[in-house]
């Protein structure tokens, strides 16, 4: 029998502490503490205190800390589950990724040149695999052009962008730079800016074109 530890746990109850703190200075388990103070009766103004520190700053920031990692544990498992059944991309699939984003972000008004625009480096590089390897662009057709705020550091973004396409430098436009007052002093969100890829290739357009043309038909039925 902890004697001892009870006569402390007992000592502390009286002075209004909480099951959990007691277990945790005497060095027992929260039960044992519960069963050896049962019958003390706590006064309003304790069992107030009590409350009050169950809503405690601490508290409080414990409590969220761990509705946050259940619900990282969740987000975890859910994305898991979501893309067991992606294990790799076969040509077909890029083709069919390719004509899809440029459904959505490339250009159709202009029928001398396949052009498609994005901030997303991941998708330049995808759209970058999806001229060379389905579309057997030559890497000397290729043209970039960046569109970028006055204030962000110009060289630098032609860097970023010609590391992320592979089309050398001497092959971009001049960069186009453009004032921008909502964006000064403000942390941007596109500090490399908008690249553009250029194909000047008025068969290559038609041929995409076309394709999504035939995407739409099935899809849509």
């Known amino acids: 029998m ?3 530890e009870r006569q ?4 502390f109850r009286r002075e209004g ?4 703190e007691i277990a945790r200075i005497v060095g027992v388990s929260k039960a044992s503490v519960s069963v050896w103070v049962r019958d003390i009766v ?3 103004k304790q069992l107030s205190v009590l409350k009050r520190n169950g809503f405690s700053s601490e508290i409080i920031e414990k409590r969220r800390k761990k509705r946050m990692e259940n619900e990282q544990v969740k987000r975890d498992a859910i994305t898991t589950f979501a893309q067991k059944d992606i294990k790799n991309i076969s040509q077909h699939d890029l083709r069919l990724i390719g004509l899809c984003l440029y459904w959505g972000e490339g250009g159709k008004t202009h029928q001398g040149s396949a052009r498609i625009s994005n901030s997303d480096p991941a998708v330049i590089k995808v759209m970058m695999r999806f001229f060379r390897e389905i579309c057997m662009v030559e890497e000397k057709k290729f043209r970039g052009h960046i569109h970028i705020h006055s204030h962000l550091e110009t060289e630098k973004a032609e860097k970023y962008w010609a590391n992320i396409s592979g089309v050398p430098r001497a092959q971009f436009f001049k ?3 453009k004032p921008s007052i909502a964006s000064k002093n403000k942390k941007d969100g596109l500090p490399h800016g908008t690249f553009d890829i ?3 290739n008025t068969k290559l357009f038609l041929q995409i074109i076309a394709q999504i043309e035939k995407i739409k038909k099935i899809a849509v039925g």
């Open 175 to 177: 960069t186009y730079a």
């Open 42 to 44: 706590l006064c309003k």
């Open 2 to 4: 902890k004697t001892i």
């Open 17 to 20: 502490r909480s099951i959990k």
């Open 198 to 200: 250029y194909v000047c």
């Open 8 to 11: 402390k746990a007992i000592v």
